[in-house]
């Protein structure tokens, strides 16, 4: 048993990172775990930036992760992992998906995207974080459907050294909540995740 | 991980559960027996809603959406009058709207339990104020509970409908964002045999119009009544359950922790390594129970009071300490700041200062780092979804009306419009003001017909509103401006849904929890009530929808333009749940001339700019297949490229 374990979600309105969260704190309520999941609703969902927190432990409070103190950064956008970057903890892991969302005032040419390696030296100079990228996009594909993108991260996820919950336990939720038919296709998903993050963290 | 439906009516007590908060509430309605719900969806409170229409027929409970707060308010107030258990829920602008009726019917007490939900949003995540209700509660002399976790906000409910029954009183029921939007483990209770059975719960209505008619003679009697009863209130709180002193008995320095603000102290403390404090947790922030802080404030030398907002419990604990010559020093709002949301940082870093102590984490070190990094990352505000009809409307309006025209609009997706590139926004104030403000607008700058003084040259103003919005308060304002013979366009942006707060039905939808209801359709409306231009468009086909437009502008008087097309997102949903495609579109690079009028212009979130390439990219996954952009396009650029996902 943990006595806390806080993980933040980003990424764009749209990309799953609700369901990513609430599966996460079923998975954490499972293991017998306190939990608090932290969401935004409304028209602060729409295709605009989001972030979702999901904590457990042995005694957890508040809904949202304070700053500089979370686990892991599960970002379903780079550049989302980078603008919630003052959550993550010295020795941090970022999960991020490689694939850019170029915002529509990048595209009118009122911002600039940063570059991947201006998004890696902050998270790993600046924050005392270490940062992994995965095309989650192009994994969701090869598993049958571009909609478990967030099933793949959540894969990846699983492999973080300290997660405190078990690869079995987690995909067992899955497994219960994705409708009969997707099944398959959802633990492919999760495999190739989780098969992403071993190669990239070295294990 | 079963459906949030069925968990909330499961009948297995002792289940530990994971809920949202606005879905525990509706758990506890249940378990207190609840015969009727009626609302208006608001965010953060319309989950509750939308569960209790979800669960409605399962349990036997009336449940209605609503025109709007204070119509669905007088239902359920109706019903507690009549001895039944009734509950509305209501975002806190939403008891603006109630206030009118919410402050005259507080004297006239109820029967049955009355439970007003009311979730507030600390930080207007998603509102257009930050309000703090139990400013409301103490003008209108209504208790409050205030929830510290998902599952205290379930119990509490219960609590509440007690309360009220008790005291024939109404109650509040305040939750913030942080509340109604947190998942938590929730441990259900037993729900009663009438919930089970699905049976419908009736009513008796006792008249007595010395009590349920407010005229002065009536009325004067209430108010030392109300009076009254809240200070018995006061007294009974200091036992109530959500209410308790904890920490080192014999502690010099206390806290007072209303609410969520508990969890955050708890936090703060645990992670500073204090343990040498009092805690006074309060669930009723107002009114505070004086026996209470008799008891806490015994042997402190300093108090802090961490809440979130307004000084409410400051307040009441001051006057209270200042009436028993303590002389302590107090602090509040000194050292926990009065706007934006409470964080745990907030929590840590008040009580640090307080107590003398470092912060354990040096937050101004991450700010400094972070700097850098706030100067790099471009914007994402919140965006018209991709194939959005109002995206289509209001490049139409934009071209009919010209860049010089004023764009009053209001309360929904639609005021996303404001944003570049549309920018079709110019006001947005409350539910219903966009007509307000138009026929406003078109007095103070062109002058109405009859007056002696009108302007030649006049101005052109197109409000925008909702569906649902223009049910909600829209109509009283579509009278005025056609009484008062306004110049004005007023587009009705008909999505056939309510899309903001998540695809509640409205009386332009016809649809309600129960089955159908009747639709009533906005153009009929217009027309009988007597504006000099109605038109039904289709937002999907721009060019029509801008000849519309033209000819609404030219029209003298006021000109209702209904651009009915379903909401994108409500539909993709449909179409995903049913394993249906739609076409994607795709950019051929040969015709683009990379003029870019489809970014920046247009701007569906699909389409993206290929720097290197100098030309217009559509991002297949975002594509929802509306065909705008080929429209918009000058050179024919856009191509459907293959059938859906
Ligand atoms: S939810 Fe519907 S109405 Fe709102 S922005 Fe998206 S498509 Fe448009
Ligand atoms: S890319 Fe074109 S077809 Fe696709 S959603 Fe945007 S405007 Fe509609």
Known sequence: ?203 | MAKVTDIVLWDKPGERVLLLGNHAIARGALEANIAVFAAYPGTPSSELTDTMAAVAEKAGVYMEYSTNEKVAFETALSAAWSGLRAMTAMKHVGLNVTADTFLSAVGMGVEGGFVIMVADDPSMWSSQNEQDTRVYAKFAQVPVLEPSSPHEAKEMTKYAFELSEKFKHMVILRTTTRISHARGDVVLGELPEEIKQAKRKFGDFKKDPSRFVDVPSNARRFHPIILEKIEKIREELAECPFNWIEGKEDAKVGIIAPGLAYSYVKEALAWLGVDDVKILKLGTPFPVPYKLLEKFFDGLERVLIVEELEPVVEEQVKVWAFDNGIRIPIHGKDYVPRVYEMTTRRAVTAIAKFLGLETPVDFESIDERYKKVSAIVPPRPPSLCPACPHRNTFYAIKKAAGPNAIFPSDIGCYTLGLLPPLKTVDTTVAMGASIGVAHGLDVALNGVPGEKETKEKKKIIVATIGDSTFFHTGLPALANAIYNRSNVVIVVMDNLVTAMTGDQPNPGTGDTPHGPGKRILIEDVAKAMGADFVEVVDPYDIKATYEVMKKAIETEGVSVVVARRVCALHRVGEMRRRGEKWPIYTVNEEKCTGCKICINAYGCPAIYWDAEKKKAQVNPLICWGCGGCAQVCPFGAFEVMKEGE
């Open chain 1, 1 to 203: 048993m943990v006595k806390e374990y806080n993980i933040v979600i980003t990424g764009v309105g749209g990309q799953g990172i609700l369901t990513a969260a609430n599966l996460l704190g079923w998975a954490a309520l499972h293991a017998g775990y306190k939990v608090r999941v932290g969401e935004v609703h409304g028209m602060s969902q729409r295709f605009g930036s989001v972030i979702a927190y999901v904590r457990f432990g042995e005694d957890v409070y508040g809904a949202m992760v304070p700053e500089g103190k979370a686990d892991v950064i599960l970002a379903f956008e780079p550049v989302e992992a980078l603008r919630y970057i003052n959550y993550l903890k010295e020795g941090g892991l970022v999960i991020a998906n490689s694939n850019p969302i170029p915002p529509v005032q990048v595209s009118m040419g009122l911002a600039t995207y940063p570059s991947m390696e201006e998004i890696k030296k902050i998270i790993e100079e600046d924050f005392k974080g270490k940062l992994i990228t995965l095309d989650a996009e192009k994994l969701a594909l090869e598993a049958g459907n571009v909609i478990t993108t967030n099933v793949v991260l959540i894969g990846a996820l699983t492999q973080t050294p300290g997660f405190p919950l078990s690869e079995e336990h987690v995909k067992e939720v899955i497994r219960l909540s994705v409708p009969k038919k997707a099944v398959d296709v959802n633990m492919k998903a999760f495999e190739l995740g989780v098969k992403a993050a071993k190669e990239l963290l070295g294990l």
